[in-house]
Every structure is written in C-alpha cells, then in structure tokens.
C-alpha cells in the first residue's frame, strides 16, 4: 500500500469516527404569536367546548346564539386555539394514531396534563411531564402506522400557551432531540414563543407492514419559568407528503 493510499484511508476513517454520535441541529420557522390573556382564554375555552359538542352532534350550530357563531366560524377560519379546522389537511392520509409517554403530571381541579393533550389540535391544553425526578430526558412518542403518508414537517406550539400568564410562569422546552424509531435524528432549537414552530425534516414512514413509526421527542434544555418548574408543550402537530 502506498503512503498516499494508507493517508486517504486513514483521514476517511478519523472522519467516520468523528461523526459518530453528531447529529444535526435544526432551528424552526416561526409563525404568528398566540398570547391569549386571562379573559381571551375563559371565551376561547366556551367556544371550543361548544365545537366539540358540534362535532359530536351533542349540539347543533343553529342553535347557538349570533356571538357563538362568530366564534365557532372564527376557529374554523383560523383564529383561536384550534390547530386543525375542518377539510382536508396531510391527516386525511397521515395516520398518527397513538401518543405514548411514561412521564406526566397527575390530574390537579379536574385538569389532565397526559400526553394525548399534545395532539388534541386544541392550545388550551398541555401535556406536563412529572418533575419529581427532575425534566431533562422525560419523553413523549408518536406512532404512526406502517405505510403511512410520509411526515416531512414537525409543528411544535411550545409552553402552557392557554394564556400568557401561566406561559411565563411554567418552564418551556429550550431543546428536543428528535429520534426516528429510536435514532438520534436531530436536536430541534425551539424559540421561547407562543407561536407555532415548524421543523422541515427529511420525509420518513415505516416501510414495514408490521411496525410503527415512532418519532420521539426527548427534553434536554428548557427555559425557566417565572414561577413553576413544571415544563409544558401545548401541541404537536404534523405535515407531510403523499396526501392531495
């Protein structure tokens, strides 16, 4: 073997070791801020009880009052904390089914801090990991199921958004790693707002009949908060390809 051959192989395989472990890091983009104040979050929270009593057929839109309406026809034109409004989106073929965590809060006056709160398309609810042994590490999963429409964009509302008080008073997310069925993927910097925060990745499902995809996200940095060490996200959401 020639000296030059012995170098190129030996600078080839201190930059493979170099590399491992090194994930990348990516920074969002950054939508509209949503900070609701005490009194919008009371009127916020009628409205969306009175859109699931729609969907549920408990109610029917008719029989609201005309200040009802305006606000049902405001959450689904976009206004409000209603993430998903009717029509079709990347979930009429995207099929996250199931959101798993080992980690959140015990139910306090009636509130539910679990981590389906993440991907309930609602800001006015949150999911809380349980602090007692501290907040770095505790994660949250997302399954989807095999073949499912490809997720090529990840939509993070960071924080107890359901009104800016309680926003700055609980600590929020500073950093995840993202892993891709328990790979390191990336380290996903989130910005310290209220708004959305979306995260382009490469396009990714299970190609296996018989597994998931699951995209897990773990804390390792917050911000603190004013007055709570509890850590709070208030939404998940996802886009991608393979749909429309």
């Not at 950054?30 to 919008?40: D, L």
């Not at 009127?43 to 057929?57: T, V």
């Not at 929020?172 to 990745?201: H, W």
Request: with cysteine; glycine share 6%.
């Amino acid at each position: 073997m020639t000296t030059s051959r012995y170098i190129f192989i030996l600078l080839n395989l201190i930059v493979s070791i170099t590399t491992i472990g090194q994930i990348k890091t990516i920074k969002p983009t950054i939508g509209s801020a949503n900070n609701y104040t005490p009194k919008e979050q009371v009127i916020w929270q009628k409205a969306m009880d009175k859109y699931q009593k729609i969907n549920s057929f408990d109610i029917n839109y008719d029989t609201l009052s005309a200040i009802e309406k305006v606000l049902i026809d405001s959450l689904e034109m976009g206004s409000g904390p209603l993430t998903q409004g009717p029509g079709c989106s990347w979930y009429c073929g995207g099929q996250m089914y199931k959101v798993t965590s080992n980690s959140y809060l015990t139910e306090q006056n009636n509130i539910n801090y679990k981590p389906d709160n993440l991907h309930d398309f609602n800001l006015l609810t949150a999911w809380v990991p349980d602090t007692t042994n501290g907040v770095i590490g505790k994660k949250v999963n997302f399954h989807f199921k095999p073949l499912s429409a490809r997720v090529n964009e990840i939509q993070i509302y960071n924080g107890y958004i359901k009104n800016i008080d309680l926003f700055k008073a609980n600590s929020r997310v500073k950093k995840f790693k993202l892993l891709i069925n328990g790979e390191p993927y990336a380290i996903l910097n989130l910005a310290d707002t209220t708004a959305q925060q979306s995260f382009m990745i490469n396009p990714v499902r299970s190609n296996d009949k018989k597994k998931d995809l699951i995209l897990t996200f773990e804390i390792i940095e917050i911000y603190k908060g004013t007055k709570y060490s509890d850590v709070a996200v208030s939404e998940i959401n996802f886009s991608g390809l393979d749909v429309h």
